[in-house]
């Protein structure tokens, strides 16, 4: 197993990252260029689309919390990439990322956020509460932690209807000190689930450092071994060595039925939300080292043309076509309806919005 | 008809599910090995083996998490809390996961999960373990809660959660476990939110659930063989949904209403049931709608005292005759 990192080595923000040490990683040699370009696309549809949010949000029409996904995208990106059919995904409230990567369109991703009928929750969920299903995306859940042992019960429903398959559950560096995501890594290592925990790390459980925060804080993947899981560490600006060491867990969960730990260094660009006026626990300097030197997109748009994958051209013209996609959402948006006051007590009871002859419930429900 | 327990009964309505649906799985602490705290899962872990039968480390925020997970994908956990009072710990998972997750990503996804044990107090073991929270969890739409307070309706009402596609939490009562009533041996359910005329009166409504409705009854007796005064015991079984109708049309009957419960006063079941029937049956009542709680305190340890500080039939003969007079 890896050793512990250092999440944030000043000196290593001062000069750009080379190339990935992961390119040649069967993982990675796997990739068709076109399927290279395609992640590429994903992430850099991911940036736009968070970027395109800020302006929406600014402009008040979004409400309540945006969490941005800006700068963590190659954590996404790279883990999500590599599952199937029967491996599904949850995570917490910034879950936009997961969203698009799992192949919701950013119409309804930005009419959930303006509380929209066209979005995926129907305006129900907002921000924090992105769901589908059908793509096997959990959501979205805005307590710290509490998705996690939802995930794990995801993994068991995997392995007890017999499906090669796993659950990835994403939290923030700032979980791993609640309750509920211990009583589901031990739930995980003692029933053998095929369960990925994953610990997106980006330094700040909202405006709190992880020294301040956790106790231990060098490495947060460690406390795997009190549970007696694997675990691993991950650069997580290299969607490249995001896929390789993914790789290996979802193998082990899909051959061994074990649970891992995976902690990804990451870096948020913008504040815990929009409410943060991000002034007061990180400076500017550390910001912009990550943003010059370790960003995740530019990087990999580097590996590609230096691959030969990618041509500037290409390069703009995704950017180009992902910032008109956006637009067009925020316009979809702002001209789809509100759901209705009788909409607002839909969608709470399966059995109420089904109700027949065989219903197993009757009376009233819904009160005055 | 069959005899049985209420203990029984509801082993029974677990074992035909069991049967019924593959997608049935039993999960709590001891309730498998041991088989069970209070015995209600005796024999499951035999009969069906560990895959369906399954013993949990006491880490109720994480095994309840992981049936409603489950759930969502189609398994249809039925999870024991030891005690109901063992759910606060366990109250994110519950309240804001398995109550929202239907609403929040509106209605793609669904939670059929029971979770069920020993809701009461009465048991001399302090208050830390004598939470009745059928009133705080029913506040929250997108649960439902259900109280039975017979072996027929204990089997009837937990086949119907089982097979209810929403969260449903089955509140019991380990002073009901040993009681025993006939209990037809095949498949049949009650549905949530019909309420049960326990016994037809003419000139008082009791309106009871949970052991509640057993001490109304004797109360109920007592009211006419020592005062002569025909009462009529409605028992809700179910908190939500709740039957409004026939606690209406017995109070439309009887004109008189006298609500019991094993709860503390405040914000209780019987809040908002006195709401409906002033609301709607203001007109019908001759005299101010009475109420019994337990006593407003945490639940006292002396066994003495609990005893009194629980709703028991002098005190409900009381409280009638006030409303009566």
Redesign the interface.
């Known amino acids: 197993m890896a050793k512990p990192a250092v999440l944030t080595h000043p000196e290593s923000l001062k000069k750009p990252a080379g190339p990935s040490e992961f390119a040649k990683h069967p993982a990675n040699t796997a990739l068709s260029k076109a399927e290279k370009v395609a992640l590429y696309t994903k992430m850099a549809r991911i940036r736009h689309f968070e970027q395109r949010c800020i302006r929406t949000y600014q402009q008040g029409k979004i409400g309540g919390f945006l969490h941005l996904y800006v700068g963590q995208e190659a954590v996404v990106a790279g883990t999500v990439s590599l599952l199937g059919k029967h491996d599904?995904i949850?995570t917490g409230y910034r879950d936009h990322g997961h969203g698009l990567m799992v192949g919701m369109s950013m119409n309804e991703c930005m009419a959930e956020l303006t509380g929209k009928v066209t979005?995926?929750?129907?305006?129900?969920?907002g921000s924090m509460?992105y769901?589908?299903?059908?793509k096997n995306y959990?959501?979205?859940?805005?307590?710290v932690g509490?998705?996690?042992?939802?995930?794990?019960?995801?993994a068991?429903?995997?392995k007890?209807?017999g499906l090669k398959g796993c659950c990835l559950a994403y939290m923030g560096d700032g979980a791993v000190n609640q309750?509920?995501v211990h009583?589901?890594y031990?739930?995980a290592a003692?029933w053998d689930l095929p369960m990925i925990f994953v610990i997106e790390n980006n330094g700040y459980s909202m405006g709190t450092s992880q020294e301040r925060s956790t106790a231990h804080p060098g490495c947060l993947a460690k406390r795997a071994e009190g549970y007696g899981m694997a675990w691993d560490v991950i650069n997580g600006h290299d969607v490249y060595e995001v896929r390789a060491k993914t790789d290996a867990a979802v193998k082990r969960a899909h051959e061994e039925s074990k649970p891992t730990v995976l902690e990804i260094f990451t870096y948020r660009y913008f504040g815990h939300s929009m409410a943060d006026p991000d002034k007061t626990y990180r400076d500017k300097e550390e910001i912009k080292g990550y943003r010059e030197n370790k960003d995740p997109v530019l990087l990999f748009e580097n590996e590609l043309i230096a691959e030969g994958v990618l041509t500037p051209a290409t390069r703009d013209a995704i950017n180009e076509a992902a910032m008109a996609e956006a637009d067009v959402a925020a316009v979809f948006a702002e001209e789809s309806p509100d759901p209705t006051v009788a909409d607002i007590t839909?969608?709470?009871?399966?059995?109420e919005?089904?109700r027949g002859p065989n219903?197993?419930?009757?009376?009233?429900?819904?009160?005055? | 008809m069959a005899v049985i327990t209420y203990r029984e009964a509801l082993r029974a309505a677990m074992r035909e599910e069991l049967q019924r649906d593959e997608n049935v799985v039993v999960m709590g602490e001891e309730v498998a090995q041991f088989n069970g705290a209070y015995k209600v899962t005796e024999g499951l872990l035999k009969e069906f083996g560990p895959k369906r039968v399954v013993d949990t480390p006491i880490s109720e925020a994480g095994f309840i998490g992981l049936g409603i997970g489950a759930s969502m994908l189609g398994i249809r956990p039925v999870m024991e809390l030891m005690f109901w009072s063992f759910s606060y710990v366990a109250f994110d998972q519950i309240v804001n996961n398995a109550g929202n997750i239907r609403y929040m990503s509106g209605g793609l996804i669904n939670c059929p999960i029971v979770i069920r044990g020993p809701g009461n107090g009465g048991t001399n073991v302090g208050a830390t373990h004598s939470h009745t929270p059928e009133a705080i969890l029913a506040s929250h739409p997108g649960i439902k809660v259900v109280c039975p307070a017979t072996p027929y309706d204990a089997k009837g009402l937990m086949k119907a959660a089982i097979r209810d596609n929403d969260p449903v939490y089955v509140m019991e009562n380990t002073i009901l476990y040993n009681d025993k009533g006939e209990v037809p041996e095949g498949d049949y359910i009650v549905p949530l939110g019909v309420a049960d005329v326990k016994r037809v009166g003419t000139d008082l409504t009791i309106v009871a659930h949970g052991r509640a409705v057993i001490t109304s009854l004797k109360a109920a007796e007592i009211l006419e063989k020592e005062h002569g005064v025909s009462v009529e015991v409605v028992d809700l079984r179910s908190i939500r949904p709740l039957d409004e109708e026939t606690i209406l049309a017995s109070v439309r009957k009887t004109h008189r209403a006298l609500l019991v419960e094993e709860n503390k006063p405040f914000c209780g079941v019987d809040a908002q049931v006195a709401y409906i029937i002033q609301a709607k049956a203001f007109d019908d009542l001759d005299a101010p709608i009475g109420r019994v709680s337990s006593i407003d305190a945490p639940q006292i340890y002396c066994k003495r005292m609990e005893d009194e500080q629980l709703p028991h039939a002098a005190r409900v003969v009381a409280a009638a005759l006030k409303v009566l007079a």
């Open positions: 599904h949850i979005g995926c929750s129907q305006g129900k969920g509460h769901f589908a299903p059908d959990w959501g979205g859940h805005g307590i509490g998705q996690v042992p939802l995930g794990t019960g995801l068991y429903a995997v007890y209807k309750g509920a009583e589901a031990n739930l003692l839909k969608h709470i009871y399966w059995e919005d089904n219903s197993t419930s009757r009376g009233t429900i819904i009160f005055e």
